[in-house]
């Protein structure tokens, strides 16, 4: 054997090496909880759309993997199948145009925009289903750079309450997260969030719900969704808003009816009674004057 074969077949034998080792890192990887949920900063159950969400998410990217490799393989088996051999004298015969080919190119990519779209829209309107009244309303008002809570009265709250939020301040050192704004919510109720802006653009974003929504002044969002399991989760602003738009941070915190009331209570012993509402924005182009 010559050489130049004994090379050849080298070659051949490290591509199959690292391809086998490539698509085996590849499935071992596939079975990590990180690639089940799609490296997304929450776990499943969450709130009732959680699950949705990461599912159009994973099976998103599933699919374009799947596109990718197939891409991806018949580039290559062009570039090696069709490579110009040892001997080849002129250009290969050269075609203007392949209709089949084309045809294939124009109608299969449309195939996919359109499945895509039809499952992102499916859930988009599911997610943002308000036919139904919700069991607990709040407006969430954001401001430069902190958060005010109005809980209106409904059928679990029986009287309008407020918490008004200060502005956390972040010197270098940890921060007391027991002094950031802090949204009450109770488990296993619908909550309606009503998304205002006091001042300037803010967008409410709470990471582990997988759901962020901007805050306009003089338009009113909303964020429908169910929690379903109890906890503390980190929110923030998720707009850039100005010099201390990184201190504007919060929490939600998760809880059972019954603490949830408890808290209802202690705001209304607190004289947090009331909505502190519009009348508190400070955007000069929508005011009266």
């Not at 947090?272 to 400070?282: F, I, M, S, V, W």
């Amino acid at each position: 054997m010559s050489s130049q074969n004994r090379t050849g077949s080298r070659r051949i034998k490290i591509t199959s090496i690292t391809g086998l080792a490539l698509a085996g890192a590849l499935v071992l990887t596939g079975c990590s909880p990180e690639v089940e949920k799609g490296w997304l900063p929450t776990e499943r159950g969450t709130t009732n759309h959680t699950d949705r969400i990461m599912d159009l998410w994973v099976n998103s990217w599933i699919a374009a993997l799947a596109v990718g490799i197939i891409t991806w393989g018949l580039l290559v088996w062009c570039i090696i199948a069709y490579r110009r051999r040892k001997g080849t004298t002129g250009f290969p015969k050269q075609l203007s145009y392949n209709l089949p080919l084309e045809v294939f190119y124009l109608t299969i990519p449309l195939f996919m925009v359109l499945v895509f779209f039809y499952f992102t829209d499916q859930d988009q309107r599911a997610i943002d289903d308000r036919s139904q009244p919700a069991d607990v309303v709040v407006d969430v008002r954001g401001k430069q750079w902190a958060w005010d809570f109005n809980y209106k009265k409904g059928e679990v709250i029986n009287e309008d309450l407020h918490e008004a939020g200060v502005q956390a301040h972040l010197t270098g050192n940890e921060v007391n997260k027991e002094l950031l704004p802090t949204l009450y919510l109770p488990v296993g109720k619908s909550v309606d969030l009503e998304l205002n802006s006091r001042d300037v653009i803010h967008s409410f974003w709470v990471p582990a719900f997988l759901q962020k929504r901007d805050m306009i002044p003089g338009k009113t969002n909303y964020i429908r969704f169910t929690p379903t399991k109890e906890g503390t989760f980190d929110g923030k602003c998720a707009e850039l808003c100005g010099e201390y738009h990184s201190e504007m941070l919060f929490r939600v915190k998760v809880v059972s009816e019954s603490e949830f009331q408890a808290h209802m209570d202690q705001l209304r012993q607190d004289g947090n009674t009331g909505l502190l509402g519009a009348e508190y924005d400070r955007n000069p182009n929508l005011n009266e004057k």
